[in-house]
């Protein structure tokens, strides 16, 4: 069967022939899709009936609508508003009071659409909080989900109640899942989400008319699938014992874990690692800032800067240690190693140093060189 590509003039004029390309292997690869999928994607995109879409936005600060909207390689955003049709948001729509309440209206009673929540919901109705047109934010997330195909919340606040439910939870605030019972309802935590993710969720949808799969919080599998920890950068660093003591100090200055600084990538399922931010160009952890864990519900509960006890602890089976191999393994490896299976041996050395560490009581690599706690956190 040929492969039909878009010309430019099917396409919108802001998304060349070269980017939409571009953009369905980015979609298929953030999908873990094979690359016979490209074609079903390209396919799904170019249909010219356009999915509307009601974007709610409630206890929030808008920045999940300001990371959706900045996000620009490969025109993520560009694509999306192309082939969908955003009947109703507020903070980027053109219309305004009674008109912009006309258009959400008729979007509701075409049915068929897409709903989008960003912000909390508060359930003290009787109190005033978060009120639009002169309804509360349960009314306006029940009438908008009621004949909605799917709802799709984005950041920490739509999905797990975020920094309106940080304690003492004054608005008495709630996350979509919370309310809506009847719909599928898909979860994109982050603060704010990543727009990588809401775009393949909906090129997902688009494509197979399906949501994806989905772990127990209804997060994406495809993104929220592995834990930050298992593919940090810094993971070679954890293996080995080298630890940031201290803003600035050598083992900061030097790229060393953060773990002792409160990073909650142990705990933090998300693909920040892989996906970054700002067009890949960084993340948190790569900036020298440990993860603050926002993926998950109750992160602005927890202690920034404290370490977690690490209950349980998986090693990676993937990632590169920072030991040279040489120390890790046989003569035979070591000549395995310098031949083309190098990577690989070299993933197990790191294993097999964590696990000689865990049998040993581990013994940390430049402890005399730190200033912080003793122990090893895979110890506990
Ligand atoms: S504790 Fe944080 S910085 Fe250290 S390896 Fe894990 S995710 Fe990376």
Not at 4 to 22: G, I, N
Not at 298 to 326: K, R
């Amino acid at each position: 069967m040929a492969i039909q590509v878009p010309t430019e003039t099917e396409l919108a004029p802001t998304v060349s022939r070269r980017d939409f390309l571009a953009f369905c292997s980015l979609m298929a690869g953030a999908l873990a899709l094979p690359k016979s999928s490209e074609e079903l994607i390209r396919n799904a995109l170019t249909n010219p009936k356009r999915t509307p879409v009601i974007w709610l936005e409630l206890q929030d600060c808008a920045g999940c609508s300001e990371a959706f909207l900045r996000s620009s390689s490969p025109t993520a955003a560009e694509v999306v508003l192309d082939i969908l049709s955003v009947d109703y948001h507020e903070t980027i729509m053109a219309a305004s009071g009674r008109r912009a309440e006309e258009a959400k209206e008729a979007t509701i009673a075409a049915g068929g659409y897409l709903l989008v929540v960003e912000g909390s919901i508060s359930l003290d109705e009787d109190a005033g909080y978060c009120c639009v047109g002169g309804k509360s934010s349960v009314q306006l997330l029940k009438e908008a989900a009621k004949n909605a195909i799917a709802v799709v919340a984005v950041g920490n606040c739509a999905t797990f109640g975020g920094l309106p439910k940080a304690r003492p939870n004054p608005t008495n605030a709630v996350g979509v899942m919370d309310l809506i019972k009847d719909k599928p309802v898909l979860n994109i935590p982050g603060c704010p989400m990543n727009p990588v993710n809401l775009t393949a969720t909906v090129v997902h949808f688009l494509t197979f008319g399906a949501l994806p799969a989905m772990d127990a919080l209804n997060r994406p599998m495809f993104a929220f699938g592995h834990l930050i920890h298992d593919n940090c950068e810094r993971r070679g660093h954890f293996s080995a014992g080298e630890f940031v003591k201290d803003w600035g100090d050598e083992g900061h200055r030097l790229g060393w874990c953060l773990y002792k600084m409160g990073c909650k990538g142990p705990m933090s399922y998300h693909n920040c690692p892989t996906v970054r931010f700002n067009e890949g160009t960084n993340w948190p952890i790569g900036a020298g800032h440990p993860c603050i864990g926002c993926s998950e519900p109750g992160f602005w509960d927890l202690e920034t800067y404290e370490p977690l006890e690490l209950v349980e602890f998986t090693p990676p089976s993937q990632y590169p240690g920072i030991v040279p191999p040489e120390e890790l393994i046989t003569p035979v490896g070591a000549a395995i190693a310098g031949g083309t299976l190098g990577l690989i041996v070299g993933a197990a050395g790191a294993f097999a140093y964590d696990m000689v560490n865990k049998k040993s009581g581990m013994e940390l690599k430049h402890d005399d060189e730190l200033t912080g706690p003793e122990e090893h956190p895979d110890s506990k």
